[in-house]
């Protein structure tokens, strides 16, 4: 049995709005790309292919059915996960300008990008509703590797999209004021964007 189009096609306009939409992984590529260049946010795009890839296999593997027979684990992990955000946050509102003498800071790093991954209750939300609407399970070991390529290949080109603005912004950057207005509003925006999640 094959996948039909349309089905396919389902697939794509999902990944691709839930991607593109404002969401923690977004605010942080917009806060990278916007202090460091594209360059900078290249490592959280690499984190969020390897770690939106092991939470989709999970997810089409079974592990839904893990957090249905035991919610109390999900609600801990969202909870978990919004601490991190909180931290998250923090470091942005610090990543200001340095002062003269001081170095420019570092981007993130892919293995910390890959981890946020597995904390971020929207990335959870967002799979799970993919895997369980759209995933034809009766395909087997087939049906991982369609919902893998099909959630992978059309979320980045979403996220590309807020790398390709915070570059834009970074010509705008150029004075310790305008980082610290940035990095404060980065940073409101990115616990703002996990508030909703929580009462889901």
Do not use: C
């Amino acid at each position: 049995m094959g996948v039909d189009l349309e089905l396919l096609g389902l697939m794509a306009v999902y990944s691709f709005v839930t991607s593109v939409s404002p969401g923690p992984n977004n605010t942080i590529l917009l806060t990278l790309s916007g202090r460091f260049g594209h360059r900078g946010a290249i490592p959280h795009l690499l984190g969020m292919v390897v770690g939106l890839s092991t939470m989709v296999i999970a997810m089409s593997a079974g592990l839904g059915a893990f957090f249905a027979a035991y919610p109390t684990v999900y609600q801990v992990m969202k909870y978990v996960g919004f601490a991190y955000v909180l931290y998250m946050a923090w470091r942005i509102y610090r990543a200001a300008l340095p002062e003269p003498g001081q170095g420019e800071g570092k981007p993130t790093t892919l293995w910390r990008a890959t981890l946020f991954q597995w904390v971020n209750p929207k990335a959870w939300i967002v799979i799970a509703t993919f895997v369980t609407a759209y995933v034809p399970v009766e395909l087997g070991p087939l049906s991982i590797l369609i919902a893998l390529a099909m959630f992978i290949g059309f979320t980045m080109p979403g996220a590309v999209v807020w790398v390709f603005v915070g570059t834009l912004l970074s010509r705008w950057l150029r004075t310790p004021r305008s980082r610290r207005v940035f990095t404060t509003v980065m940073a409101l925006a990115l616990v703002a964007s996990m508030v909703p999640v929580l009462f889901i």
